[in-house]
């Protein structure tokens, strides 16, 4: 276990990369009130786009940048559309989300199989020599250095910046936010682009360096649906959004650990694992926001640690139509 | 008046002509001629008789969930779960199936295995729907992870209790006994049984929509959720019951997939059919009546895509492209024309 420990969990946090990525650019996204659904396609989509291009190129940077741009585009007809024309987010998203799986099957035919590039590992000189925090956290690709930096990036970003109070006004009350002379629709659009440009990276991340190539299944599917339910996890703050990724992570990475002792289970089976918990936690989290519950916590001191970890108050406009009258 | 049929005529025109240009600068795009594509896909889907019935194969489930979904939709709740309660209701036959034969005469264990796949369909649903009125857990979210939880059941069950003696495979159980395959018509591999019951869904539906207080329950709640709770009716109770029915319809196609078309239980056993119900109610814009044709539409592209990767080298993904593209179109144009609606106003 000792030995080993450093390594799972060096794993656990490169896994996590392109989770943080596609979760917080969905935060950022849903701050501003709208819910971009089609995360599973896009997720995919830019996966095969960002191979393709670094396969033809050589550029794994290029790969990166096409892959970011594929996820901005599909999250701009998500923003376009609701905002332009009123159409219901939940509906537009989740054709997306079948339709750009398809779309990356489609047109991901000729590369499927194939070695490509692959994003080079870089371990940090000086900080990889810490004692076993170096060994986790240091000895990774850059990509996964840029997650720990967009973690800190968006919290600065929502709370202590302009934009930020802006963003997360027109989430909670667009209607006030643009009598107060707040551009509602034109913050809600571009960070809905800016979300799916992380969520693009995510993509990338996974065909160029944790999941490497491109095939039919790839092996990223479903991972769109569990990044949206780490925000709700999360409670919409981007720190708790990350140590959302990093649990699903981990949890993945003790079901390859299980997969080794049970071998006569497909693998699968414990890929499934994830789902019921979400669904597990989803319903412990309703239950800590329930106003009973929160007025317990008031006199009950264990209560009221568990209530404040878990408390969770999506943007009040999340997912609403926005009339501009 | 007048109005009223132009505007659905010029919407679908619009739907249609974006969709065929979209599709076909796409496939020039990647260097296939398109109309040897489209060609493929009208000879590969109706091209014969031994072709249609399978189209017939696909529309049976694709009507049955599109029917269920108009339930939960006509509440405003989004059943993405429904892909599990056909996987459900498919687990349910096959137990019906192994339990009782060959204890039991054939038919019975037909008629039980029917029974089965709707109760595990309906409470399959049933357990999202009561996640969302009694845990506040998003139906959508409920739905999906049950889904992939149904989906590593049906992987348990094949490799494990009900798997193929000696080995195991991804090719599923071992096929049913030949007494419990329902019958189909000579030459034309399509059950009358599973196309009866299909149309005959689709009618009590209309019909209930149509004709009785339910119906007008449902309307009534899915319109406006706080003039329901004043005028007496339960909510919670309605969305719960809407659940089931949404649960049995997927249930009875999950029977079908198993007893009529694969006579085994099988990973894909579902085959996306779920989603694709999803899209096909949308595309009907929430109502009845465009449903059996749609389904056809997206049948028949389902059936003639399978032949494009061993003729033209591309992927049958294609069809599911243009089933998206459709709907995202009629999206846009549908609430184009009701905010200029709207506006005039």
Redesign the interface.
């Known amino acids: 276990m000792s030995a080993e420990f450093p390594v799972i969990a060096a794993t656990v946090v490169g896994g996590a990369a392109p989770l943080v990525f596609a979760a917080l650019g969905e935060t950022i996204t849903e701050r501003g009130g709208i819910i971009n ?1 089609s995360l599973d396609g896009s997720i995919l989509l830019s996966a095969m786009t960002g191979f393709a291009i670094a396969y033809k190129t050589g550029s794994v940077f290029l790969g990166f940048l096409s892959a970011g741009i594929i996820g901005a585009l599909i999250a701009a ?1 998500v923003a376009s ?1 609701t905002l332009f ?4 987010q ?3 998203g ?3 989300a ?2 750009c ?3 990356a ?5 000729p590369y499927s199989r194939i070695q490509g590039p692959q994003l080079a590992y870089t371990p940090i000189p000086f900080l990889e020599k810490i004692p076993i925090i170096g060994k986790i956290f240091f000895q990774q690709n850059i990509m996964v250095y840029g997650s720990y930096i967009l973690i800190f990036a968006v919290w600065f970003f929502l709370y202590k910046t302009r934009w930020g109070l802006m963003l997360r006004c027109a989430g909670e009350n667009p209607e006030a936010a643009y009598i107060r002379g707040i551009p509602v629709e034109k913050l809600k659009f571009w960070f809905t682009v800016l979300g799916g440009f992380f969520v693009g990276i995510a993509g990338a991340l996974y065909s160029l360096s944790v999941k490497p190539g491109w095939g ?1 299944p790839q092996g990223a599917e ?1 991972t769109g ?1 569990i990044a ?2 780490i925000v ?1 996890f999360g409670g919409w703050e981007p720190i708790k959004v990350a140590l959302g990724a990093y649990l699903f992570s981990f949890l993945q990475a003790m079901g390859i650990v299980l997969q080794d002792k049970f071998s ?3 693998a ?2 414990f ?3 994830p ?2 918990l ?2 597990f936690t ?2 412990f989290i ?2 800590f ?2 106003k009973e519950i929160q007025e317990k916590a008031l006199t009950n001191p264990v209560l009221k640690i568990l209530s404040r970890i878990l408390k969770a108050n999506p943007p009040a406009s999340l997912g609403k139509v926005f009339y501009r009258n | 008046m007048k109005d009223k049929v132009l505007k659905p005529i010029t919407r679908w025109f619009i739907v249609i002509g974006s969709v065929f240009v979209i599709i076909t600068l796409l496939l020039y795009a990647i260097k296939v001629n398109p109309f040897e594509v489209y060609k493929l896909l009208i000879e590969g889907s109706l091209g014969s008789k031994y072709r249609i019935a399978r189209v017939l194969n696909v529309w049976i489930p694709l009507v049955l969930c599109s029917c269920g979904l108009l339930y939960t939709f006509s509440l405003g709740l989004w059943n993405i779960g429904i892909e599990g309660q056909i996987m459900l209701g498919a687990i349910g036959a096959t137990a019906a199936f192994k339990w009782f034969y060959p204890s039991f005469p054939s038919l019975y264990v037909m008629v039980l295995g029917f029974l089965f796949a709707i109760i595990a369909g309906g409470l399959w649903a049933l357990f999202a729907g009561i996640l969302k009125t009694k845990g506040g857990v998003n139906e959508i979210f409920a739905g999906l992870g049950l889904n992939f939880v149904a989906q590593g059941l049906i992987l348990w069950l094949i490799f494990g209790p009900w798997k193929r003696p000696g080995i195991a495979s991804m090719s599923g159980t071992e096929p049913f006994n030949r007494h419990l395959w329902l019958s189909t018509l000579k030459g034309f591999r399509v059950s009358p049984v599973a196309l009866a019951i299909a149309v005959s869904v689709f009618i009590a539906t209309v019909f209930i929509f149509k004709y009785t207080k339910w119906g007008l329950f449902f309307k009534a709640i899915g319109d406006n959720p706080t003039a329901g709770t004043l005028f007496g009716i339960s909510v919670n109770k309605y969305s719960l019951f809407a659940m089931f029915l949404a649960g049995a319809c997927a249930g009875i196609a999950g029977f079908f997939q198993t007893a009529g078309v694969y006579h085994r239980l099988i990973p894909a056993i579902s085959s996306n059919y779920g989603y694709l119900a999803l899209l096909i109610v949308m595309l009907a814009n929430f109502s009845y009546w465009p449903v059996p044709f749609i389904a056809f539409f997206f049948a028949c592209l389902n059936v003639g895509s399978i032949q494009l990767p061993m003729v033209l080298n591309i992927d049958s993904s294609l069809s599911g492209i243009i089933q998206g593209l459709s709907v995202l179109v009629f999206l846009c144009v549908y609430n184009f024309q009701k905010l200029k609606e709207n506006s005039l106003e």
């Open positions: 659904l007809v559309s024309l009123r159409v219901s939940v509906a537009v989740f054709v997306l079948l339709m799986r398809d779309l099957y489609f047109l991901g035919n039919r479903g649906w949206l339910a709700i006569s289970v497909p699968q089976v890929q499934v694992a789902f019921p979400m669904i989803l319903l309703n239950y926001n329930r």
